[in-house]
T-cell receptor, first 112, second 110 residues
Framework: NAGVTQTPKFRILKIGQSMTLQCAQD?????MYWYRQDPGMGLKLIYY???????DKGEVPNGYNVSRSTTEDFPLRLELAAPSQTSVYFC???????????FGPGTRLTVL | DQQVKQNSPSLSVQEGRISILNCDYT??????FLWYKKYPAEGPTFLIS?????DKNEDGRFTVFLNKSAKHLSLHIVPSQPGDSAVYFC?????????FGAGTRLTVKP
């Protein structure tokens, strides 16, 4: 099993550009999550999904969009990149009834 | 509004000694607590957890203690090993949400 995979590993964007961060998991987990981690801070939940077609906002959803068309994939979309979105983004997944989440390796995004 | 706090950004201990990492929380709706370990350039990996109905959970060298009245939990690592050097995050769950502390960088010296 590859677990949770994320692409790309690194990306530099210009202000106003858009991009999609990809996340996939092969563990057949229903629940998937997107977090961001700023320097010296803990992870903050952006969006999560409890199954295909169902998404919900987390603590810091502004400036992001998500979709969940399959169990395996949970892409995160940035429409108009801003410097405040410079961060490391982590995707995670879990099974219902299991509290621990499995994390991907992260995407380091810089907006200049 | 930081609901989960790890007040020590770093901790250094000697190999073989005990490491104690602390975490405080403010929201009494949290019902499940987890510790994650993170190495550079990797995602966090689950270490150990505890339900709010318990006050202790042990897994090998790792023990988590929960004091609900003080809204405090701690992670004990005995004995500490150089491979334990990493950033440790405390996390707390109310339902599907999860709130993380800022992390404590543990360095275990040989």
């Amino acid at each position: 099993n590859a677990g949770v995979t994320q692409t790309p590993k690194f990306r530099i964007l210009k202000i106003g550009q858009s991009m999609t961060l990809q996340c996939a998991q092969d563990m057949n987990h229903n629940y998937m999550y997107w977090y961001r981690q700023d320097p010296g801070m803990g992870l903050k939940l952006i969006y999560y999904s409890v199954g295909a077609g169902i998404t919900d906002k987390g603590e810091v959803p502004n400036g992001y969009n998500v979709s969940r068309s399959t169990t395996e994939d949970f892409p995160l979309r940035l429409e108009l990149a801003a410097p405040s979105q410079t961060s490391v983004y982590f995707c995670a997944s879990s099974s219902p009834g299991h509290n621990e989440q499995f994390f991907g390796p992260g995407t380091r995004l810089t907006v200049l | 509004d930081q609901q989960v706090k790890q007040n020590s950004p770093s901790l250094s201990v000697q190999e073989g000694r005990i490491s104690i990492l602390n975490c405080d929380y403010t929201n009494s709706m949290f019902d499940y607590f987890l510790w994650y370990k993170k190495y550079p350039a990797e995602g966090p990996t689950f270490l150990i957890s505890i339900s709010s109905i318990k006050d202790k959970n042990e897994d090998g060298r790792f023990t988590v203690f929960l004091n609900k009245s003080a809204k405090h939990l701690s992670l004990h690592i005995v004995p500490s090993q150089p491979g334990d050097s990493a950033v440790y995050f405390c996390a707390a769950k109310p339902g599907n949400d999860m709130r993380f502390g800022a992390g404590t960088r543990l360095t275990v010296k040989p």
